[in-house]
Nanobody, 123 residues
Framework: VQLQASGGGLVQAGGYLRLSCAAS????????MGWFRQAPGKEREFVAA????????TYADSVKGRFTISRDNAKNMVYLQMNSLKAEDTAVYYC?????????????????WGQGTQVTVSS
């Protein structure tokens, strides 16, 4: 599967953005999906993940209550709604896919990655 992330940009603290990730292929519904981010000088970190049919979702503590992951299997899309953005959310955001069941929070478990989209939150 090929992934294309979009929707990043510059936003003021307290604002919101919705990231989108478009997936190619006819078997999108067989992939668990995740979002990760990497800030300058830092390691890539987990943000949010969900299972095949949205039955399971999990979030990093730093974004819980502010971010929401969702997917539309009919459109081969996964989304990350980001509200109440903070300066520390500034990073390149990546969507990722892994075949099979479960909710995956470790980046090395993922097989496919999008190219990343920049999110910058000004304080």
């Amino acid at each position: 599967v090929q992934l294309q992330a979009s929707g990043g940009g510059l936003v003021q603290a307290g604002g919101y953005l919705r990231l989108s990730c478009a997936a190619s292929g006819r078997t999108f519904s067989s992939y668990a999906m995740g979002w990760f981010r990497q800030a300058p000088g830092k390691e890539r970190e987990f943000v949010a993940a969900m299972s095949l049919w949205s039955s399971g979702r999990t979030y990093a503590d730093s974004v819980k209550g502010r971010f929401t992951i969702s997917r539309d299997n009919a459109k081969n899309m996964v989304y990350l709604q980001m509200n109440s953005l903070k300066a520390e959310d500034t990073a390149v955001y990546y969507c990722a896919a892994v075949s099979g069941l479960g909710v995956h929070t470790v980046d090395t478990e993922y097989d496919y990655w999008g190219q990343g989209t920049q999110v910058t939150v000004s304080s």
